[in-house]
């Protein structure tokens, strides 16, 4: 007697960014673990980008990720909030299943480490500190949503700095290099995904915190409308906080003042525009808020060292694929 006819399942195949990193050739090197086996996976990326690159297509679902963004810029964005890299910062992420926005800026050398932990993984080396997890790293346990997918970038330490180039070459023997790298992706999760609970935060901890917060506000901010950005005064209004108290803490955190930095950010701009091809320099001008093309060229050219009309001569040819 035949049994009934049986129809075959065929399983889905398991996520893999392999194909992702194709294009930058060595550019991306495995150093250790496995999403799907070992539940974390520790990438160096060492690579100039042509052009914007989707980073954004190599994250899991279901993951967390830590980025260690040591040369190049970058962004992850979802919902309209965005975090930034930018060299010597450090920040993670999360997905769950649909992709996020993340893009690295073309014409840069971009130099990283990350840490992808998978869900499980996290869930149970970090068992009985859940009152301590970063509230996205919680909701990603939880299998929860969160109205944040990334928490704020800071800057890499120096002995952070050290790790990425121990992490590239490990001082042990092969045979304990799982244990070694195991034990060096919970030492990067429990300093980056555990904060203290408010009442116990130290005051100055808190404030840095929140200082950084803020800075990538403004930041993010000021990106929305380059040409007609917000007022200092109105600035404070949409963070919370006085002007003045702005004005501080983002020199403070940046080095340079808010009226610089919007400077930086519309040079940054205008070269992207003229490296387009498809904005002359008057228009990359009014673009990102010059009326005067004098007072437009002689930024530019304090920026890049060399006039608007010339700087796409400088760039390298990009070949087409």
């Given at each position: 007697m035949s049994g009934a006819p049986q129809t075959s399942v065929?399983?889905?195949?398991?996520?893999?960014?392999?194909?992702?990193?194709?294009?930058?050739?060595?550019?991306?090197?495995?150093?250790?673990?496995?999403?799907?086996?070992a539940g974390y996976s520790i990438e160096w990326h060492d690579f100039f980008a042509k052009r914007e690159f989707d980073w954004g297509a190599s994250f899991h679902p279901d993951c967390v990720e830590l980025c260690l963004n040591l040369g190049g810029n970058g962004f992850v964005e979802c919902q309209q909030r965005r975090m930034d890299f930018s060299p010597n910062t450090v920040g993670?992420?999360?997905?769950?299943?649909?992709?996020?926005?993340?893009?690295?800026?073309?014409?840069?050398?971009?130099?990283?480490?990350?840490?992808?932990?998978?869900?499980?993984?996290?869930?149970?080396?970090?068992?009985?500190?859940?009152?301590?997890?970063?509230?996205?790293?919680?909701a990603a346990i939880e299998g929860q949503p969160h109205k944040r997918v990334s928490g704020a970038t800071v800057r890499l330490t120096a002995a952070q700095q050290q790790l990425i180039s121990t992490l590239r070459q490990p001082p042990v023997y092969a045979a304990a290099q799982p244990l070694w790298f195991q034990c060096k992706a919970?030492?990067?999760?429990?300093?980056?995904?555990?904060?203290?609970?408010?009442?116990?935060?130290m005051f100055c901890t808190r404030?840095?915190?929140?200082?950084?917060?803020?800075?990538?506000?403004?930041?993010?901010?000021?990106?929305?409308?380059?040409?007609?950005?917000?007022?200092?005064?109105?600035?404070?209004?949409?963070?919370g906080c006085s002007h003045f108290y702005l004005s501080r803490i983002f020199s403070a955190q940046t080095g340079?003042?808010?009226?610089?930095?919007?400077?930086?950010?519309?040079?940054?701009?205008?070269?992207?525009?003229?490296?387009?091809?498809?904005?002359n320099v008057t228009e990359a001008a009014l673009e990102v808020g010059y009326n005067s093309l004098s007072h437009f060229s002689a930024a530019f050219h304090e920026t890049f060292g060399c006039c608007p009309?010339?700087?796409?001569?400088?760039?390298?040819?990009?070949?087409k694929n």
């Open positions: 065929r399983a889905t195949p398991p996520f893999t960014e392999a194909g992702v990193w194709r294009d930058v050739g060595k550019g991306w090197q495995p150093l250790f673990g496995s999403f799907h086996g993670f992420y999360r997905r769950k299943d649909e992709p996020l926005n993340a893009r690295r800026a073309a014409n840069e050398q971009h130099q990283f480490l990350t840490v992808e932990y998978s869900v499980p993984f996290l869930a149970r080396h970090l068992a009985g500190l859940e009152t301590m997890l970063h509230p996205l790293v919680s919970l030492e990067l999760a429990v300093t980056f995904f555990l904060q203290p609970p408010a009442e116990q935060e404030q840095q915190r929140l200082a950084q917060e803020r800075v990538e506000q403004v930041i993010f901010l000021l990106k929305q409308n380059l040409a007609e950005p917000p007022a200092l005064e109105d600035l404070g209004k949409k963070i340079h003042t808010i009226t610089q930095h919007l400077r930086q950010l519309r040079m940054e701009r205008a070269a992207e525009l003229l490296k387009s091809g498809e904005y009309g010339l700087y796409p001569l400088k760039i390298p040819l990009q070949t």
